[in-house]
Nanobody
């Protein structure tokens, strides 16, 4: 299984970016899929997720109302639309897939089995 994340870059505060994560050798539908991020010197933190391919979405409080997670099952691709970006959103963003997570664990990186390589998002003030 490979997850290829892309779409990161440098953007000014208030701007937008759209991250993509394409999966190979894995069918997204039915699995828990999420985005995490890791800022320099900090632990990896949960950003957003779908639980077991259902339509319900879950977000960290810090991004709620600004970020939107979506997916295209036909393209086996997960997205993260990031609007109104802030300097504190600067981090490496990772997509991940969990094959057997339960709802109470989807905010923990330990629940995820497969990880993309990460894409760097830098937000300048």
């Amino acid at each position: 299984v490979q997850l290829q994340a892309s779409g990161g870059g440098l953007v000014q505060a208030g701007g937008s970016l759209r991250l993509s994560c394409e999966a190979s050798e894995l069918t997204f539908s039915g699995y828990t899929m999420g985005w995490f991020r890791q800022a320099p010197g900090k632990e990896r933190e949960f950003v957003a997720a779908f639980f077991r391919g259902r339509s319900n979405t879950y977000y960290a409080d810090s991004v709620k109302g600004r970020f939107t997670i979506s997916r295209d099952n036909a393209k086996n691709t997960l997205y993260l639309q990031m609007n109104t970006l802030k300097p504190e959103d600067t981090a490496v963003y990772y997509c991940a897939v969990a094959t057997s997570a339960i709802l109470s664990t989807i905010r923990s990186s330990n629940a995820y089995r497969y990880w993309g390589q990460g894409t760097l998002v830098t937000v300048s003030s």
